[in-house]
Nanobody, 122 residues
Framework: QVQPVESGGGLVQAGGSLRLSCAASGRAFSRYAVGWFRQAPGKEREFVAAIDWSGGSTLYADSVKGRFTISRDNVKNTVYLQMNSLKREDTAVYYC???????????????WGQGTQVTVSS
């Protein structure tokens, strides 16, 4: 079972930080690349960050480079998204998904979590 589950969302002030977690129970989780996507109200879902199976390669959207960091702990079957210097425009539902390879394209991800809400206030 490689169905991911997100957690860690919430309300934070602009300039603050949150850490999201993406976890899966299956032992095969370490074989999959993991991506984070987000969708704000009235907007299309967009790519945020991705990490390969080993954690040795990462990819970020330009809008979050230097502020967000994706990492993984395969022993704990968990991928993290550390979000620093949060802006109001980061407000969205954040989704975690698994793929046989890491990319910025939604179509390459097979299993999706239900999302966790991140709200950044001024």
């Amino acid at each position: 079972q490689v169905q991911p589950v997100e957690s860690g969302g919430g309300l934070v002030q602009a300039g603050g930080s949150l850490r999201l977690s993406c976890a899966a129970s299956g032992r095969a989780f370490s074989r999959y690349a993991v991506g984070w996507f987000r969708q704000a109200p009235g907007k299309e879902r967009e790519f945020v960050a991705a990490i390969d199976w080993s954690g040795g390669s990462t990819l970020y959207a330009d809008s979050v480079k230097g502020r967000f960091t994706i990492s993984r702990d395969n022993v704990k079957n968990t991928v993290y998204l550390q979000m620093n210097s949060l802006k109001r425009e980061d407000t969205a539902v954040y989704y975690c998904a698994t793929s046989s390879t890491g990319s910025r394209y939604e179509g390459e991800y097979d299993y999706w979590g239900q999302g966790t809400q991140v709200t950044v206030s001024s």
